[in-house]
């Protein structure tokens, strides 16, 4: 599918607010646990999509079939993710997770081809995997797969949380496929904020209200723009320019939250790292495929020419 200007426009609006979300993130840990962050996110998340939802003129399912195939996403796409970023950036950077985030799209189009009978897994596909594993082993280094660190682990954590997020993709496809876009998110937040709620009371007590300005700011962006606004325009790119094209928001990612982190953080990321994105980049351009036709194309009119 081509993509056209507006898509590109809402592309890089979305590749901002993601990228950004990684930086407010950090500055919610700074004054909340791990599990917190996932139980704001998810509550205030919900409780904007439920409104918007509404504003459509859409109602909340009753049926058992949709509520639990919510709750599977819930667990897959918000409650373990949300909660293993939020462990991980406890120990690494911002701009390095959000990196390490890009293999979200590597990890699924690996699983969409093992677990789904429209997905073939070509040749392609597990090049694109294996360069994308390769930025993975340089960006963490040798020595950090020869010995776990508490900041190689963080690092193994995030890649956890992608891998999950591939599974909830495929999830989706098969139990959410009919379910209009503002309904399907709506519910997984919920359900995400209802396993996020006891694991949080568990782990860290009860949510604390005493949290600094800047902290309310995070909450709100977390929640907000990057949850609730994000899914919502994540959904418009996919109508608009296809499955394949909103993936590539996932490089788009990463500069913003490298630039950011460096900005607001005063992180700075090692050369191994820019070469690991290197890498993951291009593991997603074979995987897409659409690259290397377009050179092949070029070659050939080339040689017409000639």
Not at 90 to 105: D, K, P, R, V, Y
Request: proline share 4%; hydrophobic share 60%.
């Amino acid at each position: 599918m081509k993509i056209s200007g507006r898509a590109w426009a809402e592309l890089a609006l979305l590749g901002l607010i993601w990228g950004a979300s990684f930086v407010s993130l950090a500055f919610m840990l700074r004054e909340m646990g791990p599990a917190e962050t996932v139980l704001w996110r998810t509550g205030l998340g919900a409780a904007l999509l439920w409104t918007a939802a509404l504003a459509m003129g859409l109602r909340p399912p009753r049926s058992a079939a949709f509520w639990g195939a919510a709750l599977v996403m819930g667990l897959l796409n918000n409650a373990l993710p949300f909660a293993l970023f939020g462990w991980a950036q406890q120990s690494i950077e911002s701009g390095l997770t959000s990196i390490l985030n890009a293999m979200t799209a590597v990890w699924g189009g690996i699983v969409a081809g093992l677990l789904l009978p429209e997905e073939r897994l070509t040749a392609r596909r597990l090049i694109g995997a294996g360069l994308g594993v390769a930025g993975v082993a340089a960006i963490m280094g040798v020595e950090a797969l020869r010995a776990l660190d508490l900041r190689s682990l963080a690092q193994l954590a995030v890649i956890a949380a992608t891998l999950s997020y591939a599974f909830a993709s495929v999830w989706a496809r098969v139990r959410l496929g009919g379910v209009a876009p503002a309904v399907a998110a709506a519910g997984m937040c919920t359900c995400g904020f209802l396993l996020a709620l006891p694991a949080t009371l568990w782990l860290e007590g009860a949510p604390s209200l005493s949290h600094s300005a800047e902290v309310w700011l995070a909450i709100v962006y977390y929640g907000g723009p990057a949850t609730a606004g994000a899914y919502l325009l994540y959904y418009r790119i996919l109508g608009m320019a296809g499955a394949a094209n909103a993936m590539l928001v996932t490089l788009i990612i990463p500069p913003v939250g490298i630039v950011l982190g460096w900005a607001l953080l005063d992180e700075r990321l090692e050369a191994q790292a820019w070469l690991g994105l290197a890498l993951i980049a291009v593991g997603l351009a074979v995987i897409d495929g659409r690259p290397a036709a377009r050179l092949r194309r070029w070659a050939s009119v080339r040689g017409e020419g000639v």
